[in-house]
């Protein structure tokens, strides 16, 4: 067995295992350290430590909190069916999440604006979440990055990245697959096939013709329990489906099947 991952909180450690256990060693006076005994099947995939509660994230794409709870910071809002959380950030009496959809959510202590989370420009999705002591940093699909929150030694001034650049995300975070995509089907009916580049079917499900090309990828992410910029659509013709949704942010499913019908 080894350890897979590592946080540090105010006077306390936790640690998460490679057969998806955790543990947490040091203070424990809020119950920071006591971590929950996990249903059977389940397993821990993330953790984070505050200064005073951890968060911990199932492999079910749920996410539970422990410790101090003075600010609300446990109050993980429900997910919508098929959503999951896909990454936890803990702060300050504050918690971060990121959804499988590419949006995020801050709960708790919001003295500095720190879970004021910033609205998103149509077509664009956050990729990564951290929380610091008063302040919030979130990377965007683009490459840009945004901090929010205390401001007091200019934490929250990115510089832009110069030309040809932009900021990363940290691969370890979400698991990444590459699929062909197949659509056939009638407009009132279109059903999208997703391979592996081995040929292995990962997903089939039915999309009415009329449906959002961006919303029914949002969709899949959904019920892969992926996160969704490490889904990798791959069309027809070798273009992906998430840059077609960029360039044409009003296609339809329809239009997609059209545009790049299947070879077979």
């Keep these: 067995m080894a350890y897979t991952q590592i946080s540090a909180g105010f006077g306390y450690t936790v640690l998460l295992r490679s057969d998806g256990s955790a543990v947490a060693i040091g203070q424990n006076e809020y119950g920071q350290c006591s971590i929950p005994a996990l249903d059977e099947g389940m397993a821990y995939i993330q953790v984070a430590a505050g200064v005073l509660h951890t968060v911990l994230l199932r492999s079910d794409g749920s996410a539970v909190a422990i410790g101090q709870n003075n600010y609300g910071q446990f109050n993980i809002p429900a ?44 077509g664009m999705w956050y990729t990564q979440i951290a929380a610091g002591l008063h302040h919030t940093v979130l990377l965007r699909s683009d490459g840009s990055a945004v901090a929010i929150g205390q401001n007091g030694d200019g934490q929250c001034n990115i510089p832009s990245p110069e030309p040809g650049m932009c900021y990363i995300s940290d691969m370890r975070v979400g698991r990444d697959l590459t699929a062909q995509l197949e659509l056939a089907g009638e407009d009132d009916a279109v059903t999208l096939i997703g391979s592996s580049l081995a040929g292995e079917e990962r997903f089939r499900l039915t999309a009415h013709g009329d449906d959002s090309a961006w919303e029914t990828y949002k969709r899949i992410a959904r019920e892969l329990k992926m996160n969704l910029w490490n889904l990798h659509l791959v069309l027809p013709d070798g273009q992906l489906l998430a840059k077609v949704c960029r360039t044409n942010p009003a296609s339809s499913v329809a239009d997609v099947a059209t545009q790049f019908p299947s070879h077979n």
């Design 79 to 122: 997910l919508e069916d098929e959503m999951a959380y896909a990454q936890i950030s803990a702060g300050f009496d504050y918690t971060m999440l990121l959804r499988s959809d590419g949006s995020a959510v801050a709960i708790g202590r919001n003295e500095y604006g720190q879970c004021s989370i910033p609205a998103l420009d149509e």
